[in-house]
C-alpha cells in the first residue's frame, strides 16, 4: 500500500466517522473522488467550493441579492485602520465588512446572509440558528478569492471559455491573461452609485474575460488613452490662476 493509499484510507475513515446523517451529496462524492480526500466535513465543503469556482461566485452574488444594500449605504474608499472601507476601487465593495452595517457573528461578511454548520449557506440540519463561531460561507470565501485575485483563477476561467479568446475567438495560447471587459477604473466613474448586489458583477464571472496576451496589451493602451485623454480635458477645463481676478487670489484675511 502507497502512502497515499494509506493515507486516503485514514482520511475517509475519519471523514466518515465525523460526517452528520444529513450532508449535501455533491460534496460527498466530490470529497470522495479526490485523489487526497478531505478528512473532515468541513475541509470536504471547501475542496468542493474550491473546485467549483464559478458556481461559487453565482451563489455569493445571489445571496448578496437576497441581503441588498444596506441602508445608507454608499460605495467609498477609505484608509482608517477598522473601518472597513477598500483603499482602492479594485478591491470589491464589501458593506458588511463596514462596522457600522456589519451584522455580527454567524452572518457572512461578504454577502450578509446566515451562515450555518460547515460554512454552508442553508439551514440543512433544522438548528433555526446560524453557527456562531463563523462568519464566512465557505462559496463565499472561494468567490473572494475569485473577485480580488482572477489570475489566478485563469485555468479554470479558460475551461468556462472552452479554451477561446473572449475578444478574438481564436485559441487561448498559454500566455493568455485575465481582463475585466468593462475596466474597474469606469466602474468606479461610470457606476459608482449603482446598488450594491449589482456593482458585485463587475468582479465577477459577467466581468471577467480571459483573452490572449496581444488582445490584452492593444486593449490595456487603449484604456490608457482614454484616462490620458480624459486628464488632459479635465486639465483644460480647470480655470487657471492667471484667469481668476487677483483679488480672489489674494488671502481673505
Request: glycine share 8%; aromatic share 8%; charged share 25%.
Amino acid at each position: 500500500m502507497s502512502w497515499r493509499d494509506e493515507r486516503n484510507a485514514l482520511s475517509r475513515e475519519r471523514l466518515e466517522r465525523a460526517i452528520p446523517a444529513i450532508f449535501p451529496a455533491t460534496v460527498l462524492r466530490h470529497a470522495l473522488s479526490r485523489p487526497l480526500k478531505p478528512p473532515t466535513p468541513r475541509l470536504a465543503v471547501e475542496s468542493y467550493w474550491r473546485h467549483h469556482l464559478l458556481r461559487a461566485d453565482r451563489l455569493a452574488r445571489a445571496l448578496a441579492a437576497c441581503s441588498g444594500q444596506p441602508e445608507g449605504w454608499s460605495w467609498r474608499l477609505g484608509g482608517e485602520k477598522g473601518a472597513g472601507l477598500p483603499l482602492t476601487f479594485r478591491m470589491p465593495p464589501s458593506p458588511y465588512r463596514e462596522p457600522a452595517h456589519a451584522r455580527g457573528r454567524g452572518h457572512c461578511c461578504i454577502c450578509g446572509q446566515p451562515v450555518y454548520r460547515f460554512g454552508w449557506h442553508r439551514d440543512l440540519w433544522g438548528a433555526g440558528i446560524p453557527n456562531k463561531n463563523a462568519s464566512w460561507h465557505s462559496a463565499c470565501v472561494a468567490a473572494w478569492k475569485l473577485w480580488t485575485s482572477p489570475s489566478d483563477h485563469v485555468k479554470i476561467l479558460k475551461a468556462g471559455q472552452r479554451h477561446r479568446c473572449a475578444a478574438s475567438g481564436k485559441r487561448l495560447f498559454k500566455t493568455a491573461e485575465v481582463d475585466h471587459r468593462v475596466p474597474l477604473y469606469r466602474v468606479w466613474r461610470e457606476h459608482r452609485d449603482a446598488p450594491w448586489p449589482t456593482l458585485l458583477s463587475f468582479w465577477g464571472t459577467p466581468n471577467l474575460q480571459v483573452v490572449n496576451r496581444a488582445v490584452h496589451a492593444e486593449k490595456c493602451g487603449q484604456e490608457a488613452g482614454e484616462r490620458a485623454a480624459r486628464r488632459r480635458l479635465a486639465a483644460a477645463e480647470a480655470p487657471s490662476e492667471s484667469a481668476i481676478p487677483e483679488g480672489l487670489l489674494s488671502d481673505p484675511t
